[in-house]
């Protein structure tokens, strides 16, 4: 009997040493951006978006309430917008003026119209990972970036610039970095411990691209009285 029991404490030892061994690790880190050389300041960084994409893929749940991205101000809020592939969004108008959503991404084209405040259509599913520019066909200065990410360890930085992923598998996996004015940035990692990581980007590019409106035409040029 007491062989028995011997081996069952130390069955229960060895599976819980497995269970300790096998834990969720993290990357934190911090982003800091420039321009020309100099800092700019640390709130451009919260427009980043920073994933990690183990080897192993892991499968994806696709949240069932939407995504929103409303406008508001003559603004697009948020300006950038992390998704799972698969995943919809809801464009609501919280302005007392008309505004309209769409975007020409060769994977993930829309177009909701125009609509009032009060108003929005129906949600917009996503279907293929890349990034995809919004933009307002009222208003040319209006843009947004939604993120079509097939992988669930993504993060936006706080607006001091850092950042922390968390629950992230053992293994190896690459550490990607984008931001709406400069080059992706990337690292491979072979995660067996956590990771703290420094990162410099440099922004130079435009805050809003050059684009045609939903036609392929340049936007008319607006008078005062205008929306």
């Not at 451009?44 to 994806?60: E, G, H, I, N, T």
């Not at 609509?115 to 009222?138: A, I, K, M």
């Not at 293994?171 to 990607?176: A, I, M, Q, V």
């Not at 995660?191 to 936007?219: C, F, I, Q, W």
Request: with cysteine; hydrophobic share 40%; glycine share 6%.
């Amino acid at each position: 009997m007491r062989t028995v029991a011997f081996g069952w404490v130390a069955l229960c030892a060895l599976a819980l040493v497995a269970a300790q061994g096998v834990h969720a690790l993290e990357i934190r880190g911090e982003l800091r951006m420039t321009s020309g050389g100099k800092a700019l300041r640390a709130q451009v960084a919260k427009d980043a978006v920073v994933y990690f994409r183990p080897d192993s893929r892991p499968a994806l749940q696709v949240p069932e309430t939407p995504y929103v991205l409303a406008t508001e101000g003559k603004d697009f809020v948020p300006r950038v917008l992390p998704i799972i592939v698969g995943s919809t969004v809801r464009f609501p108008n919280n302005d007392p003026i008309l505004h309209n959503a769409f975007s020409t991404s060769r994977s993930n084209s829309f177009d909701v119209g125009l609509y009032g405040q009060g108003e929005e259509s129906d949600p917009v599913r996503f279907v293929n990972p890349g990034l995809v520019r919004v933009y307002c066909n009222v208003h040319h200065s209006m843009v947004a970036h939604v993120l079509v990410l097939d992988t669930p360890y993504f993060v936006v930085p706080d607006e001091s610039g850092r950042f922390r992923l968390s629950d992230l598998p053992e293994g190896p996996g690459e550490l990607l970095i984008w931001h709406e004015r400069s080059t992706l940035w990337r690292k491979r990692f072979d995660l067996l411990a956590d990771e703290t990581v420094s990162v410099e980007m440099e922004a130079s590019r435009r805050r809003v691209p050059a684009h045609l409106n939903k036609a392929g035409k340049p936007y008319r040029r607006s008078r005062n009285n205008d929306y």
